[in-house]
DNA sequence: ATTCAGCCCGAACAAAATTCGGGAGCATTG
DNA sequence: CAATGCTCCCGAATTTTGTTCGGGCTGAAT
């Protein structure tokens, strides 16, 4: 009932307006859609079937409110490196449909370079956080190595 | 009007209708206050007060869409670590106000280990990766040494 | 036992989302 | 050149949602 359904079609005609729909809405992803409309200078029922259709073929992919990861009870967050000790394809997709269901997990990345992976999580404490690369990683053997590293601050991008 | 006026006290009192209030929203930052209200089993007034009083103490920070980078034109992201030539707090704290201002900043990460910052950036192509890394970090005498990682995918985590 | 504070609810009101029919611009075509 | 079909946009009507407000319940302190 929301999703992308396309097989991600390459972005042929974004114009500025879809481009001003983006940017408002990844700044505020409640602005109302009239609102949205005035600040981009369309009507409001033009800017709802931009805002549609954006989502509709992926552009948008969701929205999600931003907590304090304190509130949850989950105040630790790291940036952990993990070098594969494989890199066939069915090793790295396992590894990274697997690595986005684990309990914690912010997000994923598949990077170049001497290491394959960082993974953001977040843990309750120090104790919860050795446990997941303990309970996660290290027994996982497509792992070969793991370097672990303690966010002491986030801060959001504005550019 | 809108974001978190209070010094951040402890979170003191959450309840489980607030954590799955949280949830939720995270999961979905556009459900209605009456669906929200619904599967956390209050009634919509109520949720609405609840939502509005996690948004007050900082609990939620934002609601943001996200988008495809592609979509705007960045297809590109990478990590950059980055290592200080120093580490009193001013030069620190500097360093992490300016990266947030930086274009196509998405996070900035201040870790613990032998890096300082690891940043996660967009970019148009890898002309633009290279002049942001030369123009804004290279330059900045508090950079000692910097490390980028070409981000091949990345997915959001659900835990 | 009474008072009081805090919380929750549900109905009324206001605001927003959404639908739908029609009109303007434009390229193709007879 | 005129006609056709297409796409996109708009604005009013309808439905859904957000929001406010007064009252009732529970539990603790007096």
Do not use: Y
């Given at each position: 009932m929301s999703s992308s359904p396309n097989p991600a079609p390459p972005y042929a005609s974004l114009d500025d307006t879809d481009r001003a729909i983006l940017a408002e809405l990844a700044a505020?992803?409640?602005?109302?859609n009239n609102a949205l409309a005035e600040r981009v200078g369309v009507a409001p029922s033009t800017c709802l079937a931009r805002t549609r259709a954006l989502h509709g073929c992926g552009a948008i992919r969701g929205f999600h409110a931003e907590v304090d990861p304190a509130a949850m009870g989950l105040p630790l967050q790291a940036l952990i490196s993990v070098r594969l000790s494989a890199h066939d394809r069915a090793v790295v997709a396992a590894f990274r449909a697997r690595s986005v269901r684990?309990?914690?997990?912010?997000a994923v990345f598949h990077v170049a370079?001497?290491?394959?992976y960082v993974l953001h999580v977040r843990a309750a404490s120090a104790d919860a956080l050795r446990d997941f690369v303990l309970d996660h990683?290290?027994?996982?053997?497509?792992?070969q190595h793991t370097q672990t590293s303690l966010i002491f601050e986030q801060a959001r991008g504005l550019g």
């Open positions: 505020d992803g409640r602005l109302p684990l309990p914690g997990m912010v370079g001497a290491d394959d990683l290290a027994v996982d053997p497509a792992v």
